[in-house]
């Protein structure tokens, strides 16, 4: 009987193999590609996973990631700018935290952007800037869509 078994065993081993090395490679485009889908995630994995983004933020640089939460705007006299976040929390809404997003090409605000608190998604390139001495995390937006 093991005998048997272990023939079946390598059997499917080299099928595997044999299967693998095809020479027929699939091209795929990356342009699409999303590495991180913190969207189908329930409320409490998808606040824990962006705090581990703001934990480990080298670890997400240059990553595609798509995410849905609360839209925010917030004014900074320092820099005469407004900054937009995506917030996220968990199922009660007792944690919350947000990534900031720069949505790219010519969109003026209010006029724009949806109102604050509404559920927004978005998918975008995570990177990082300096501003004041200080290093700040955010994601490049080509879309914005409104959830409910």
Known sequence: ?????????????????VTGCSDKAEIIDNTDVID????????????????????????????????????????????????????????TLCCQTGLKFVWNGEHTYPDDYPEEQTEIEL???????EEFGKTYYFLTVDDLSVLK
Not at 1 to 17: E, G, Q
Not at 123 to 129: I, R
Request: hydrophobic share 40%.
């Open 36 to 91: 991180l889908d913190i969207s189908e995630m329930s409320s409490v994995l998808a606040y824990s996973q962006v705090v581990n983004i703001y934990e480990s933020p080298d670890d997400y640089m240059g990553k595609t990631i798509k995410l849905n939460g609360l839209y925010y705007a917030s004014y900074y006299d320092k820099t005469d700018l407004y900054y937009h976040y995506v917030v996220v929390g968990d199922e």
């Open 123 to 129: 998918v975008g390139l995570f990177g990082s800037y």
């Open 1 to 17: 009987m093991k005998k048997y078994l272990s023939i079946l065993l390598f059997i499917c081993v080299i099928s595997i193999v």
